[in-house]
T-cell receptor, first 113, second 115 residues
Framework: GNSVTQMEGPVTLSEEAFLTINCTYT??????LFWYVQYPGEGLQLLLK?????DKGSNKGFEATYRKETTSFHLEKGSVQVSDSAVYFC????????????FGTGTRLTIIP | EPEVTQTPSHQVTQMGQEVILRCVPI?????FYWYRQILGQKVEFLVS????????KSEIFDDQFSVERPDGSNFTLKIRSTKLEDSAMYFC?????????????FGSGTQLSVL
């Protein structure tokens, strides 16, 4: 079956540091890949997505590239801010859309000034 | 931006009791979902609902679970006889269409604690 393996947290970084949160997946066919973010007290929000190999999703300075050869979708940001502190979830859907997402465990990120 | 609203934010119940988790999806959305996350584990799909019926459900969604859209605005998840292992964060979500370009909107979750 489908699965998503995400970098264990929590992760603590200083402001302006470079961020990488690793995500690898196992799926049949050609899944769509997503990063969701949950800020304190809020719901899960779509951060970015990629629907085919070599696509790069980007939003709010975050990027992730769909790497079929390594089955990975690592999240990166060049310079993190305190406001980026949240829980980040990697997810996939193999039904061509948002139905039945398979999530990772989430990575809690804390940015200190 | 429109949002999905879940109430209550935290629910405490005794084992064996019935509990109803409530969600108000975005008003023009047609597809509704429940997910849950047990502490320290992955967010898991429970059920999807469209046109007043379940379109897909996971193995977790057994006879103890049911969903309902009792009126035009609410979407509820009922657990008939709660077990300790039902303790989790439950997320409701909705979308207006299915397809690669559509975003799924999630609520902030209800933390269910079964004692």
């Amino acid at each position: 079956g489908n699965s998503v393996t995400q970098m264990e947290g929590p992760v603590t970084l200083s402001e302006e540091a470079f961020l990488t949160i690793n995500c690898t997946y196992t799926a049949t066919g050609y899944p769509s890949l997503f990063w969701y973010v949950q800020y304190p007290g809020e719901g899960l929000q779509l951060l970015l997505k990629a629907t085919k190999a070599d696509d790069k999703g980007s939003n709010k300075g975050f990027e992730a590239t769909y790497r079929k050869e390594t089955t990975s979708f690592h999240l990166e940001k060049g310079s993190v801010q305190v406001s980026d502190s949240a829980v980040y979830f990697c997810a996939l859907s193999d039904l061509g859309g948002n139905e039945k997402l398979t999530f990772g465990t989430g990575t809690r990120l804390t940015i200190i000034p | 931006e429109p949002e999905v609203t879940q109430t209550p934010s935290h629910q405490v119940t005794q084992m064996g009791q019935e509990v109803i988790l409530r969600c108000v999806p975005i008003s023009n959305h047609l597809y509704f979902y429940w997910y849950r996350q047990i502490l320290g584990q992955k967010v898991e799909f429970l059920v999807s609902f469209y046109n007043n019926e379940i379109s897909e459900k996971s193995e977790i969604f057994d006879d103890q679970f049911s969903v309902e859209r009792p009126d035009g605005s609410n979407f509820t998840l009922k657990i008939r006889s709660t077990k300790l292992e039902d303790s989790a964060m439950y997320f409701c979500a909705s979308s207006s269409t299915r397809g690669r370009s559509e975003k799924l909107f999630f609520g902030s979750g209800t933390q269910l604690s079964v004692l």
